[in-house]
């Protein structure tokens, strides 16, 4: 499912306009990706959270060179699903 069908469907259920949707579907993906840039966590309650997880450093190698090299510790954005979105979907 991508966005526009995400946009369509909230529309034709709610009888609101596609252009506000966008808007408001955009706004939320907007807010959950600078909160989560902020280093905050955004917590959904009956859907999951979206979470960032620190990796911690290491060694890897680069075959076709045949040497190693450090990746850094960094953080990766997650999304845990609540239990009930686990339920439904199980």
């Given at each position: 499912?991508?966005?526009?069908?995400?946009?369509?469907?909230?529309?034709?259920?709610?009888?609101?306009?596609?252009?506000?949707?966008?808007?408001?579907?955009?706004?939320?993906?907007?807010?959950?990706?600078?909160?989560?840039a902020g280093?905050?966590?955004?917590?959904?309650?009956?859907?999951?959270?979206?979470?960032?997880?620190?990796?911690?450093?290491?060694?890897?190698?680069?075959?076709?060179?045949?040497?190693?090299?450090?990746?850094?510790?960094?953080?990766?954005?997650?999304?845990?699903?609540?239990?009930?979105?686990?339920?439904?979907?199980?």
């Amino acid at each position: 499912m991508t966005k526009a069908d995400i946009v369509n469907e909230i529309s034709r259920k709610t009888g609101l306009e596609k252009s506000a949707v966008l808007a408001i579907v955009e706004k939320l993906m907007e807010v959950v990706k600078d909160s989560m840039a902020g280093g905050n966590n955004v917590y959904l309650r009956g859907f999951g959270s979206f979470v960032i997880k620190t990796r911690k450093e290491k060694t890897a190698r680069n075959i076709s060179r045949n040497t190693t090299i450090k990746i850094p510790e960094h953080n990766i954005p997650a999304f845990k699903p609540s239990k009930v979105f686990m339920d439904v979907v199980k």
